[in-house]
């Protein structure tokens, strides 16, 4: 063998070593899932355009692959498919999202960027919530409030864009109802963070009926989409978050005020930006 077939062997292993070394790290494993969804995103916008629901779709599945490979060593024995369910819907509400801001190279490279903080600290939190299962950790609770956050984004692009859709109201409410559910028994579980989540289903079915009552009130709304996804996240935000301290026996005076001042909040919003004629 010749010098040259050496050398290029010789840096063929090493860029193998050094790539399988990076690979061994789950945090880089979450950096390059994040690279890869957070361009394959950027891409399908700016070559479907508004028509590229379905390529959502798979980028949506795509993630729950990536995150699933990223963790795998981390769930043997301890599988639950709870973990995948806002990866998905994050996904999928950012890409819907596009449809809506304007079609600026500047404006989707920022809310990409926002795509790619939130799936990674997203990331973070979902294999907080994988440990935190087995035995205590610590920064359990800061994993809570980025899931929460990041569940309230997703719900506030997600109804924006179905009430943009201006279909029936049957149609919408059903969809509301739909990933207020999903949405409702991530967050939920989140806080108990059990295997076998029955005793607590009957809270996830009343409170998404909640939702699905308030959407089909608003469907005869004089006012903007936006404005209902605000007042409808602010709702989810209101009873979702009473039920999450009730669960962990916080059910203070103090927090109690919290959430009505935000619910107050946004009703008056509601009301200001409301056209009466």
Known sequence: MSRRE??????????????????ANKRHKFVASVIILSLGLFLSEYFFGRSNFFVLIILSVVVNILFFLSISNDIKGNFSLKIFILPFIFTLSFGLFYSLVPARFLTRSLITLFYAI?????????????VSSIRTITLLSSARIVSFVITLVSYFFLSNIIFSLHISILPISIMIFVFSLLLIYHSLWTHSLDKIFKDRIYWVLMLSFCLFEASLLLSF?????????????????????????????????????EYIWVAVIVFFILILFTSWK
């Open 221 to 257: 709304w004089p006012t903007s989409p936006t404005v209902i996804a605000l007042f409808l996240t602010g709702f989810f935000y209101t009873i979702v978050g009473l039920t999450q301290v009730w669960f962990d026996k916080r059910l203070f005076k103090g927090v109690i005020w």
């Open 6 to 23: 050496t050398s290029f062997f010789r840096k063929k292993t090493i860029q193998t070593r050094f790539v399988k070394k990076i690979l």
């Open 118 to 130: 939130g799936l990674y600290s997203l990331f973070l939190s979902q294999n907080i919530f994988i």
